[in-house]
């Protein structure tokens, strides 16, 4: 019984998605922390948007040229956009979701007393 502790190497990951991205053109150009954050906020809207249009968080769909879409994409997207900044800036991503996690096992329940 119990829980394996599960090592999570997502700066390993981090470091190979930034590399795809300097591989791909996109840091030809250094790209401003403003920049970076607008770009994850147009995929969580592209997220949002599936949503709206009716999509369940669970389909993955073919796109144009058989681009893989849907709610879990977008999300993805967001993802690879924060570790690509994250491996570029040298932030150590694994260190600060640990602390964090930590940090919100703490917390009171429902802290902040905010409806969302």
């Known amino acids: 019984g119990g829980w394996k502790r599960m090592e999570i190497k997502i700066n390993e990951f981090a470091q190979e998605v930034h590399e795809n991205a300097i591989a791909h ?5 250094k790209r401003s922390f403003p920049e970076v954050i607008a770009l994850v906020h147009s995929e969580l809207s592209e997220a949002l948007e599936e949503y709206r249009m ?11 040229d058989g681009k893989p879409e849907g709610i879990a994409v977008e999300l993805a ?11 570029y800036s040298g932030i150590d991503i694994e ?11 703490g917390r009171p329940y429902r802290h902040g007393g905010k409806k969302c």
Do not use: S, T, V
């Open 95 to 105: 260190e600060a979701l640990k602390l964090k996690h930590a940090y919100n096992k």
């Open 54 to 64: 009716g999509f369940g968080p669970d389909l993955i769909y073919p796109g144009k």
């Open 25 to 29: 053109g996109w840091w030809d150009e």
């Open 77 to 87: 997207d967001a993802m690879i956009r924060i570790l690509d900044y994250c491996a």
